[in-house]
C-alpha cells in the first residue's frame, strides 16, 4: 500500500477553495481514498494547521479539518528523538523560512522511507519530496 505525507499546506489548500493548490490538494484526497493511500502526518502538522486555520479562516474550518480531513490520516506523535533530528536540520539548513514542523516532517519521512507529500510549499520541492 502507498505511504504518502500530509502537510499543512495541503490541509489549508482543501479547505480554502480560492487557494491555488486547491484544486489538486482536493484531487489528491479523492484518490488517496479510492486507491486507499496510507496517508501519514504528525502532531506538528496538526498544531501548525490548528493555529493556521484558526488564525486565518475561523473555527468553522478548524471544525472541518478535525471532521473530514484529518480522520484520513494516521497522526504520528514525534518524540523526543524525532524532534532533536528535526532541530538539527533546521539549525544545520539556518533557512529563516524553513519552520521546524517542515524540518521534522522530512525527517520522519526519511525514517519511513516516505517520498511522496500532499503538499504545496517549496521545501518539500528542494528536499526532492514529489506529489503522488
Same mark, same amino acid.
Given at each position: 500500500m502507498k505511504s504518502v505525507?500530509v502537510?499543512s499546506? !495541503?490541509? =489549508?489548500? &482543501?479547505?480554502?477553495t480560492?487557494?491555488?493548490? =486547491?484544486?489538486q /490538494?482536493? !484531487? @489528491?484526497?479523492?484518490? /488517496? %481514498?479510492r486507491e486507499?493511500?496510507?496517508?501519514?502526518t504528525?502532531n506538528y502538522?496538526? *498544531?501548525e494547521?490548528? #493555529? @493556521? $486555520?484558526?488564525?486565518?479562516?475561523g473555527?468553522?474550518a478548524v471544525? +472541518?479539518?478535525?471532521?473530514v480531513? $484529518?480522520?484520513?490520516?494516521?497522526v504520528?506523535? &514525534?518524540d523526543p528523538?524525532l524532534? #532533536? /533530528?528535526?532541530?538539527?536540520?533546521c539549525r544545520?539548513? *539556518?533557512l529563516? %523560512? @524553513?519552520? @521546524?514542523t517542515d524540518?521534522?516532517?522530512?525527517?520522519?519521512?526519511?525514517? *519511513? +522511507?516516505?517520498?511522496e !507529500?500532499? /503538499?504545496? +510549499?517549496a521545501?518539500?520541492a528542494h528536499?526532492?519530496i !514529489?506529489?503522488p
Amino acid at each position: 500500500m502507498k505511504s504518502v505525507f500530509v502537510d499543512s499546506s !495541503a490541509f =489549508y489548500a &482543501v479547505l480554502t477553495t480560492t487557494d491555488p493548490f =486547491y484544486p489538486q /490538494a482536493r !484531487a @489528491l484526497f479523492e484518490q /488517496a %481514498e479510492r486507491e486507499r493511500w496510507t496517508l501519514l502526518t504528525t502532531n506538528y502538522v496538526v *498544531h501548525e494547521t490548528w #493555529a @493556521l $486555520l484558526q488564525a486565518r479562516m475561523g473555527w468553522k474550518a478548524v471544525d +472541518d479539518f478535525l471532521d473530514v480531513f $484529518l480522520p484520513l490520516c494516521r497522526v504520528e506523535f &514525534v518524540d523526543p528523538v524525532l524532534h #532533536a /533530528a528535526g532541530v538539527a536540520r533546521c539549525r544545520q539548513a *539556518h533557512l529563516r %523560512e @524553513l519552520s @521546524l514542523t517542515d524540518c521534522v516532517s522530512f525527517e520522519f519521512m526519511r525514517t *519511513h +522511507d516516505i517520498t511522496e !507529500a500532499i /503538499a504545496h +510549499d517549496a521545501h518539500f520541492a528542494h528536499e526532492k519530496i !514529489a506529489l503522488p
